[in-house]
């Protein structure tokens, strides 16, 4: 079953850049990612950059609408995702503890629809 | 053998009360489907309700039970619109029917129990749901009796089961036991369940006394059914001590009238020495494994109570040293209010008075506090103190008969 590992957190939370905290955080990421492909559970895996950077796309009445900033003002907000392939939720929750900002946010693990 | 049709509804009833958590456990085994599974074992009892009236009970009935609710099964399958998704279990189903026309011997009937037990308490479904799920999969309680215990309305109760079923198929949450290394989170989380559904029974604060004594003695089954089947494991043990414990006063916690008797006016005449011997014999031998976990150490100390002719003659500096060990393991402020109490017991109810002074602005919210306290203050002979604690407790207690018993003790001041 394929699960996505949506990773939130508050945007001050974790690690500030440049600090050695923010060194290890950074090498806790490429540990998880290199043994995600070890196992060979990952399909995909990427940051976002900050939600200032967003922009909500909304199609009404045949016409597009802009917004500036994400589709909800939350503290904790999308950071980034990994798209895994696991046998099952026990492996996926395995998998999602990995991820260093579990440590201070949280990772919201959804299993994708199978058509 | 001819069965008169009341009794073969009991055989029947007697029958499911006793085999359902293994039939069912052995069915999700093959089918990987809890509806699935419950729907054809459902199916398979009203067939043997028919049956057995006309032809007598078959020579295994949990056997002829499985048998028929695979084949139940594979009809459902059948007839299913996504029958493609289910291919691989049918084809099992078809292999099993072809390789055994005549239904399994009892005792061969595979327990999948433990599995069963670790699906229905995963951590990902609601706390909720994981107690309705492990009473009506395991205990095979109906949904009505289900949601008479939770004073819940039937139907939201089924919605409840239903979601988390469904939860279990869409999230791909595992039919096994927990590796080594996830075993003793996955299995305080089995612990707690059953702990909460013993609870639910003996906390009684409303509801239906006959149902809520039956948590108790279903919660008190299921760990039997655990420790059986995961044998050696020392919390396991501890938890059926302590529950055999705390059930062993269950004649002497209240009168007639359904009034609580706090531990201190029971009649210890009316405890239960068989639950007493068990439930001491069980957490002895798991201390002696040399893991004491929290539900042994809250066994050992009920376990002091148990043996304790009366209040004055109990060992309360055994029970302050178990306290000192259960807080090492949980430093939290309610083990702490309770320590303090055996303080009060085996030094000074002054003494216990400074321990508590302390948990002020920790439990200041928390009723058994302000009537502990109230008790220290009483004992101590600050009268007036005591009264307005007692007082505080009333206000925060939402339990009629408590309220009652607090009353009581300002008006014996």
């Known amino acids: ?115 | 053998m001819e069965l008169p049709p009341e009794a073969n509804a009991q055989t029947v009833n007697a029958l499911v009360r006793r085999e359902w958590g293994r039939l069912l456990s052995s069915l999700i085994g093959s089918l990987r489907d809890f509806q699935l599974a419950e729907d054809s074992l459902q199916d398979a009892l009203e067939s043997a309700l028919i049956h057995w009236q006309r032809s007598g009970l078959p020579r295994s009935p949990s056997g002829w039970l499985l048998q028929t609710a695979r084949r139940k099964a594979i009809d459902r399958i059948r007839r299913n619109k996504n029958f493609e998704r289910k291919s691989a279990e049918y084809a099992a189903l078809i292999t099993m029917e072809q390789d055994a026309p005549e239904p399994p011997e009892d005792h061969s009937i595979p327990d999948e129990r433990l599995r069963l037990i670790f699906t229905c308490c995963h951590p990902a479904l609601e706390e909720k749901s994981r107690i309705a799920l492990t009473l009506r999969t395991l205990g095979g309680l109906t949904t009505r009796e289900i949601a008479r215990a939770f004073l819940d309305k039937e139907e939201a109760m089924a919605q409840r089961l239903v979601r988390a079923k469904q939860k279990i198929a869409a999230a791909g949450i595992p039919y096994v036991v927990p590796d080594a290394e996830a075993l003793p989170e996955r299995l305080a989380s089995v612990l707690g369940v059953l702990y909460l559904i013993f609870n639910e029974g003996y906390a009684a604060t409303s509801g239906d006394t006959y149902l809520r004594h039956s948590l108790c003695e279903e919660a008190i089954r299921l760990a039997r059914i655990l420790h059986a089947l995961q044998p050696g494991e020392p919390e396991i043990m501890g938890l059926l001590a302590l529950m055999l414990l705390h059930d062993s006063r269950r004649s002497a916690r209240s009168n007639m009238e359904g009034h609580m008797i706090a531990l201190e006016d029971q009649d210890r005449r009316l405890w239960h020495a068989d639950q007493i011997a068990e439930g001491i014999e069980l957490v002895e031998q798991a201390l002696a494994l040399g893991h004491a976990g929290p539900y042994q150490l809250q066994a050992a100390i009920s376990a002091v109570h148990a043996e304790a002719p009366s209040l004055e003659a109990t060992r309360w500096e055994e029970i302050v040293g178990l306290y000192d060990i259960f807080l090492q393991q949980q430093p939290n402020p309610v083990v702490r209010l309770n320590r303090a109490v055996a303080v009060s017991f085996a030094h000074s109810a002054e003494a216990a008075l400074t321990e508590l002074s302390s948990l002020n602005s920790e439990l200041a919210g928390y009723q058994p506090f302000h009537a502990a306290l109230a008790d220290c203050l009483r004992r101590s002979g600050l009268l007036k103190e005591a009264q307005a604690e007692y007082g505080r407790a009333i206000e925060l207690s939402g339990n009629p008969r408590e309220r009652e018993y607090l009353a009581l003790r300002i008006s014996k001041m």
């Open chain 1, 1 to 115: 079953m394929k699960y996505l590992a949506l990773i939130y957190a508050a945007t001050n939370a974790g690690p500030a850049y440049g600090t050695p905290e923010f060194g290890e955080f950074m090498k806790g990421y490429e540990t998880a990612t290199q043994r995600y492909r070890a196992d060979k559970v990952l399909i995909a895996g990427e940051g976002l950059k900050p939600t200032s950077t967003a922009t909500t796309v909304r199609v009404r009445n045949g016409k597009t609408e802009t917004m500036d900033g994400p589709f909800a003002e939350t503290k904790e907000t999308l950071g980034g995702f990994y798209l895994l392939d696991c046998a099952n939720l026990d492996e996926a929750i395995k998998y999602a503890a990995m991820i260093p900002s579990a440590k201070f946010g949280c990772v919201e693990v959804r299993p994708v629809m199978e058509y």
